[in-house]
């Protein structure tokens, strides 16, 4: 039997894996099937415990999680500071320019490399910042244009929208029933949204909150995200200590 959490995982795979998907969504990558190996390492090595903070992004990045199967999966810190490495597959549609090198990728993921590079200045071991978070994704599908452009979950067309969800909203659910995380933060608004959509419906009562989304893609990130996010989690009533 699976570990809890990894059952969760599969769940939400085989659920968002008989879905499909039209214009403007040309390929779909799924790094729960083809890079389950590091994915279900992450989760067995640091999703244990309860009470911790639950920072929750949005979907996979094409150079982050489609790579490595983590959440902001930027490989060097994925490898070298969590210690995870894995088996990594190809996605069956793959897009010719967006392909899937896994460890292999030479390319650094800008909001993985500010976020966990974060964690890691702030609290030194991976061990240590797991210890307070845990960090996962609403929704675990990749989403491409005919053209490579990366499409974030709320660009897929309504009803296939509406559809995908439903799957990731109960699947969220099942990861903070299990969890019962002290907070869910989302990071970036959208996250934040569907968290309070999902959890209005759950016995969890905790309390759901923002920060900044370390995209290169904001402006305000650009600007000094640690900092941000930081003073966001500060007046949210987060203690990060010295």
Known sequence: ??????????????????????SPVAHTYNPLVYAAEPHERYLSRFGV???RILLLGMNPGPFGMAQTGVPFGEVAMVRDWMGIEGRVGRPADEHPARRVEGFALARSEVSGRRLWGWAQQRFGTAQRFFERFFVVNYCPLLFLAASGRNLTPDKVSRGEREQLLQI?????????ALLDPGRVIGVGRWAEDRARAALASSPWEGPVGRVLHPSPASPAA???WAAQAEAQL????VELGP
């Open 222 to 224: 650009n600007r000094g």
């Open 234 to 237: 500060a007046a949210q009533g």
């Open 1 to 22: 039997m699976p570990a809890p959490l990894i059952a969760i995982s599969r769940r939400l795979s085989r659920a968002v894996g008989a879905l499909s998907f039209g």
């Open 49 to 51: 415990g309860t009470g």
């Open 168 to 176: 990731c909203d109960a699947s969220l659910r099942d990861v903070v």
